[in-house]
């Protein structure tokens, strides 16, 4: 099963909206199958594995990272690919809870009188489908929110110079990072303030994640980076309802119309907008603003810190906005789950505490 989950991980960021799941097949002690999502989506994990396998499948072990799906959609359902198969036994990480499987594969398994084990690794295939299950669940993406500072907590100079205050290893391993995401999302401050293209690089040839920038107003500068390349790599821009996008639509940019609280796009209804459509796992890259209102919402699920041992000082720019907190018990509450040196900085992991 560990290595199962090893393999569904490679499908992170690049099977949206499927979840990236991991399929081992053994017999005897030996591997006949090995799979894992494709990009996009399809094949999935236990097609491509009992593909490997072939007609040697018949009477082997299934290692699944999550329950096969029991409902016919752009490709028949799972569960009946291993009836099909004659395998013997089943074993499956977690459960599904998407309505159109929800227990129904594990069922369609038994009833043919095949063994079928759950549980096996759950905790950790959990975290792995933190994304898939996330939407399915909570009807939002798992967010992960990337901060890049000083060790005082500024992200920007007094002049509003940000480029670069970590150093080129973080920087590669924010690549690495989006990379593992559907998407990538900023606020219209940071594509002002920095121009940024929001893409993998440096990681071979891979789905780009979508780019997604909030924008009240539909007010951005059409020569942005991010809107020169939206033929190549998608970019959706959340606005406000009655936002005039119509050049923006010409340039190939997807319109995400959202509610506005307090004139500013609605976290909770952009999140949910973009799971609508799709997305599982979103990256938050953008601004000081965009960070507070998504704390603020209780929307952060993951935070990921880039320290730099500089200081910067009390009239450079904050990391965060105003969050209202006025008692330490009120307080954003996150776990650390890693830290690491990543060349001269520090990068640390923490978890929502819960």
Same mark, same amino acid.
């Given at each position: 099963?560990?290595?199962?989950?090893?393999? %569904?991980?490679?499908?992170?960021? /690049?099977?949206?909206?499927?979840?990236?799941?991991?399929?081992?097949?053994?017999?005897?002690?030996?591997?006949?199958?090995? +799979?894992?999502?494709?990009?996009?989506?399809?094949? @999935?994990?236990?097609? !491509?594995?009992?593909? /490997?396998?072939?007609?040697?499948?018949?009477?082997?072990?299934?290692?699944?990272?999550?329950?096969?799906?029991? @409902?016919?959609?752009?490709?028949?359902?799972?569960? /009946?690919?291993?009836?099909?198969?004659?395998?013997?036994?089943?074993?499956?990480?977690?459960?599904?809870?998407?309505?159109?499987?929800?227990?129904?594969?594990?069922?369609?398994?038994?009833?043919?009188?095949?063994?079928?084990?759950?549980?096996?690794?759950?905790?950790?295939?959990?975290?792995? @489908?933190? #994304?898939?299950?996330?939407?399915? =669940?909570?009807?939002? *993406?798992?967010? =992960?929110?990337?901060?890049?500072?000083?060790?005082?907590?500024?992200?920007? =100079? /007094? &002049?509003?110079?940000?480029?670069?205050?970590?150093? *080129?290893?973080?920087?590669?391993? $924010?690549?690495?990072?989006?990379?593992?995401?559907?998407?990538?999302?900023?606020?219209? #401050?940071?594509?002002?303030?920095?121009?940024? !293209?929001?893409? $993998?690089? #440096?990681?071979?040839?891979?789905? !780009?994640?979508?780019?997604?920038?909030?924008? =009240?107003?539909?007010?951005?500068?059409?020569?942005?980076?991010?809107?020169?390349?939206?033929?190549?790599?998608?970019?959706?821009?959340?606005? %406000?309802?009655?936002?005039?996008?119509?050049?923006?639509?010409?340039? +190939?940019?997807?319109?995400?119309?959202?509610?506005?609280?307090?004139?500013?796009?609605?976290?909770?209804?952009?999140?949910?907008?973009?799971?609508?459509?799709?997305?599982?796992?979103?990256?938050?890259?953008?601004?000081?603003?965009?960070?507070?209102?998504?704390?603020?919402?209780?929307?952060?699920?993951?935070?990921?810190?880039?320290?730099?041992?500089?200081?910067?000082?009390?009239? #450079?720019?904050?990391?965060?906005?105003?969050?209202?907190?006025?008692?330490?018990?009120?307080? @954003?509450?996150?776990?650390?789950?890693?830290?690491?040196?990543? %060349?001269?900085?520090?990068?640390?992991?923490?978890?929502?505490? &819960?």
């Amino acid at each position: 099963m560990r290595l199962a989950l090893t393999l %569904g991980r490679r499908g992170l960021g /690049q099977v949206w909206p499927n979840p990236a799941v991991g399929c081992v097949i053994v017999k005897d002690g030996r591997i006949l199958g090995r +799979g894992w999502t494709a990009v996009g989506g399809r094949p @999935h994990a236990e097609t !491509q594995a009992l593909a /490997q396998a072939g007609p040697a499948a018949k009477g082997a072990t299934v290692y699944v990272t999550l329950e096969p799906c029991a @409902h016919t959609g752009q490709t028949p359902p799972c569960a /009946q690919a291993l009836i099909n198969a004659d395998v013997a036994r089943v074993v499956v990480a977690c459960d599904d809870p998407d309505p159109r499987v929800n227990g129904g594969g594990i069922a369609m398994l038994r009833a043919s009188g095949m063994a079928v084990t759950t549980g096996v690794e759950e905790s950790t295939a959990r975290a792995d @489908h933190a #994304g898939f299950l996330s939407r399915i =669940t909570r009807n939002r *993406p798992f967010v =992960t929110l990337k901060l890049a500072t000083s060790l005082d907590g500024r992200i920007a =100079t /007094q &002049t509003g110079e940000s480029q670069w205050i970590t150093g *080129p290893d973080a920087r590669r391993a $924010v690549h690495a990072l989006r990379a593992t995401h559907d998407a990538v999302m900023v606020g219209a #401050g940071t594509v002002r303030a920095d121009n940024p !293209q929001l893409t $993998v690089r #440096g990681m071979g040839q891979r789905r !780009q994640p979508v780019r997604v920038v909030l924008s =009240t107003g539909a007010d951005l500068p059409m020569d942005a980076s991010l809107f020169q390349t939206a033929d190549a790599v998608p970019v959706w821009m959340c606005h %406000g309802a009655d936002a005039d996008v119509s050049r923006y639509l010409s340039q +190939g940019i997807d319109s995400v119309p959202c509610a506005l609280t307090a004139g500013q796009v609605d976290m909770v209804a952009a999140l949910k907008a973009l799971a609508d459509s799709g997305i599982t796992r979103l990256f938050c890259e953008g601004g000081s603003a965009v960070a507070g209102s998504l704390l603020r919402s209780g929307l952060v699920d993951r935070l990921e810190l880039f320290q730099a041992g500089k200081l910067i000082g009390g009239d #450079g720019l904050a990391a965060l906005g105003s969050l209202g907190v006025s008692a330490l018990s009120d307080a @954003h509450a996150f776990v650390r789950v890693a830290d690491r040196a990543v %060349g001269a900085d520090l990068w640390t992991s923490w978890d929502r505490a &819960t």
